[in-house]
């Protein structure tokens, strides 16, 4: 049995960004003060900043669906006159201080940091790994920093010359393998997409853009360390919330429905405010025939201080 309940925040509820916790807070809490230009946010406004852009975003790709242009229109303005994606980014670059939570692809590091180490094999491979990072904030995180990578970074709207701006979802899918990966990141991304079907439409495309081919090439077989087994991959970070405090997804479900796409859980460290998970793709699956299972909200967890986190395939 589904309940459907009006959408007040309470206790528990879900924050979708990197923050938690904060009530209430409408839009024009944002829009009615200046906006500064230093590159600092005291953390209230910045949570306050993250959830009313999301709210807003929510609320226009409902608009959208229902092709209700006035609406929209009028959405749009008002996410104009709140700072739009960049005082949205500029409060989630905010969230990225050590002090607020960090900077979440120092997990993905310390993970295969300790994979090289714990192998038998120290030789890491023998060319870089191809990263795709969709919603790059900036070009120096950790990711950025290590020599493990070769870093192709997107984003709606690009901060640096080094950040393409593109919408992952218009990214041609691709033909030959140059164009593929070896892992793509998608850290506080996927939450930021309003629509449930719209998540899975973005989880089943990464799949798309993973190369399969070794990493060694036939001269390095069995000299790898073990780090080649987690390859290909998506490193996926979502506010804990999102799988620990949701009506419609728990963390079996969502092994179920990645697993329906060929996805299997490599790693995964839960934080207080995040979840952080690797998962490896082992290949495109033969239909399970369990899509219809994903294709509606099914209450996993009930209880009246859950939030409506859900993530369909149609
Ligand atoms: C909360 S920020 C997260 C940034 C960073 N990855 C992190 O972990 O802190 C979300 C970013 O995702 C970007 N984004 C959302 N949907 C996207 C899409 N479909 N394609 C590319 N970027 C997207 C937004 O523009 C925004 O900059």
Known sequence: MTRVRKKTKKTGSILLSRHRGLRGGGPSVIASRPFSNTSSLSSKVGRTLIRSHHTLQKRLSQALSKNDTETANSIRAEIEANGGIERY????????????????????????????????????????????????????????????????????????????????????????????????????????????????????????????????????????????????SLFLVLPAPCVTNSRYLDEKRLEEMMGNLGYRLARRKLSAKLIYQLWRHVGKVQSSGRQKEFNRKEEVNPGRTRNNFAILFR
């Open 89 to 232: 980014q500029q409060a989630s670059v905010c969230g990225q201080d050590n002090q607020r939570g960090g900077d979440s692809s120092k997990v993905l590091i310390d993970w295969l940091r300790e994979t090289i180490r714990s192998s038998p094999n120290k030789k890491v491979t023998n060319k870089k790994l191809r990263l795709l990072e969709v919603g790059a904030l900036s070009p120096d995180n950790a990711c950025s920093r290590s020599s493990l990578f070769d870093v192709t970074r997107i984003d709606l709207n690009s901060r640096d010359p080094s950040i393409e701006a593109q919408d992952f979802m218009d990214r041609p899918i691709p033909t030959t393998d140059g164009e593929r990966f070896d892992i793509i990141s998608l850290s506080l991304v996927l939450n930021y997409v309003s629509l449930p079907a719209a998540r899975g439409g973005m989880l089943g495309r990464t799949t798309e853009f993973l190369q399969h081919t070794s990493l060694e090439g036939e001269e390095g077989k069995g000299r790898e360390s073990r780090l080649t087994e987690l390859f290909p």
